[in-house]
T-cell receptor
C-alpha cells in the first residue's frame, strides 16, 4: 500500500496564528483527502484535494479557514488558519490504496491551540 | 447525510476472550472497511468488504458485510494485549466519501 509521510507530527500553536500541514505520498495518486479528528471523536472529512483543481470542501468547512494546495500528484498541504482552541484536533491525510483496497492514512498531526 | 451507529462504544475484556463489535446504517453501502487506530497514529486498515454477505478473515479478525448492506460486524478471537486500541468501521457508496462510525475503544486486561 501507499506510504504517507505527514508532518509535523504535533505542534502547539498560539491562537490567531496559522499552521501548514504537509502530506507526502510515495506514489502518484489522483485524490488526497484531509480529515479532522477532534479529541475522543471519529474522523470527519474536511476536503478532497485533486491535482490541478480547487479542493472540494465538505459541509461546515470553508477554504478561507482550511486552504489546501495540491501542486502535484504526490503532495498536498492543509493550512489551519486563524486558529482558535476549538481547532485543537488531529489532522490526517489519506489516499486511496492501490487496487482500490480501502484507504491509507498518514500518522496524523496532533494540533493544540493555546 | 449518512450516519453509522457503531457499538459498543467501549469494551473491557480479559486476555483470551473473543470480541464482537458492529456497525449499522440507515443507508446502503457498497463497501465496508474496518480500521484500528493506536494512540498517536493514523487508522490502519484491517479488513475491506465489497460484497453483501462476504465474510473475510485476517488472522484472528473476521468481518462480515451484512446481507442488507446496511450493517457489518468485526470479531476478534482470543484477544491479546496488543489488540488494545480504537476500532472504526467505515462505509462507502460508489464514488462517495467514507463515512466513519464513532469507534469502539477496546481495553484488554492481561
Amino acid at each position: 500500500s501507499a506510504v504517507i509521510s505527514q508532518k509535523p507530527s504535533r505542534d502547539i500553536c498560539q491562537r490567531g496564528t496559522s499552521l501548514t500541514i504537509q502530506c507526502q505520498v510515495d506514489s502518484q495518486v489522483t485524490m488526497m483527502f484531509w480529515y479532522r479528528q477532534q479529541p475522543g471523536q471519529s474522523l470527519t472529512l474536511i476536503a478532497t484535494a485533486n491535482q490541478g483543481s480547487e479542493a472540494t470542501y465538505e459541509s461546515g468547512f470553508v477554504i478561507d479557514k482550511f486552504p489546501i494546495s495540491r501542486p502535484n500528484l504526490t503532495f498536498s498541504t492543509l493550512t489551519v488558519s486563524n486558529m482558535s482552541p476549538e481547532d485543537s484536533s488531529i489532522y490526517l491525510c489519506s489516499v486511496e490504496a492501490p487496487s482500490n483496497y480501502g484507504y491509507t492514512f498518514g500518522s496524523g498531526t496532533r494540533l493544540t491551540v493555546v | 447525510g449518512q450516519q453509522l451507529n457503531q457499538s459498543p462504544q467501549s469494551m473491557f475484556i480479559q486476555e483470551g476472550e473473543d470480541v464482537s463489535m458492529n456497525c449499522t446504517s440507515s443507508s446502503i453501502f457498497n463497501t465496508w472497511l474496518w480500521y484500528k487506530q493506536d494512540p498517536g497514529e493514523g487508522p490502519v486498515l484491517l479488513i475491506a468488504l465489497y460484497k453483501a454477505g462476504e465474510l473475510t478473515s485476517n488472522g484472528r479478525l473476521t468481518a462480515q458485510f451484512g446481507i442488507t448492506r446496511k450493517d457489518s460486524f468485526l470479531n476478534i478471537s482470543a484477544s491479546i494485549p496488543s489488540d488494545v486500541g480504537i476500532y472504526f468501521c467505515a462505509g462507502q457508496t460508489s464514488g462517495s466519501r467514507l463515512t466513519f462510525g464513532e469507534g469502539t475503544q477496546l481495553t484488554v486486561n492481561p
